[in-house]
Every structure is written in structure tokens, then in C-alpha cells.
């Protein structure tokens, strides 16, 4: 399995911004697509963006008309363009690979109000 390694994340302000990446050393063609997730405390893992190497995309309903998800195949790097965050955006973000693809420590996301 290949793991991939995310970055970027932090504390902003409610309304602020944040850009988080998802890269490997390896071709990211390997996999079918990719996606980001993520998960407050208590809560479960949810599908936050996804996207294939066709560059279709997929947003779940909570991130939609803020979050953008790329992909910069020369350089095996995805990204999540985050904008006007909330405190709900608040949770561990994760990217992983589809198939096998395994997870990775996730980089965390704090917004504050």
C-alpha cells in the first residue's frame, strides 16, 4: 500500500483560509482516485472532497461553494483549497489513494470563532 503525507493545516480565524496538500514521492496515476476526509472528536470519518484522473470532482454537501480539491500531477501533489472555514471544518484531515491506498497521520484543522 502507499501511503500518502499531508500538510498545511493550522489555526485560522472563522472566514480565514487555509490550503492543504497531499503528496507521495510515487505516481499518483497509481491511484484511481483520491480524496480528502476528515473527522472531529466523537464524530466518524466523513468524505470531504474526491478526485479522479480525469479530474472530475466530488464535495460532500457541508464543503460545497468553499472547498476546491486539484491535483498537480507533475509534481504527485493534491490539494484542498479551503475557504470561508467555520468551526465545524474544525477535525483531523486526511487524503488517501483509491485502491489501496492507506492512511496517513492527517494534518489538523482548527477554526475558531
Known amino acids: 500500500q502507499v501511503q500518502l503525507v499531508e500538510s498545511g493545516g493550522g489555526l485560522v480565524q472563522a472566514g480565514g483560509s487555509l490550503r492543504l496538500s497531499c503528496g507521495t514521492s510515487?505516481?499518483?496515476?497509481?491511484?484511481?482516485?483520491i480524496g480528502w476526509y476528515r473527522q472531529a472528536p466523537g464524530k466518524q470519518r466523513e468524505l470531504v472532497a474526491a478526485i479522479d484522473t480525469e479530474r472530475n470532482t466530488n464535495y460532500g454537501d457541508s464543503v460545497k461553494g468553499r472547498f476546491t480539491i486539484s491535483r498537480d500531477n507533475a509534481n504527485n501533489t493534491v490539494y484542498l483549497q479551503m475557504n470561508s472555514l467555520k468551526p465545524e471544518d474544525t477535525a483531523v484531515y486526511y487524503c488517501?489513494?483509491?485502491?489501496?491506498?492507506?492512511w496517513g497521520q492527517g494534518t489538523q484543522v482548527t477554526v475558531s470563532s
Open positions: 488517501r489513494g483509491i485502491p489501496n491506498g492507506s
Open positions: 510515487r505516481s499518483i496515476f497509481r491511484f484511481n482516485v
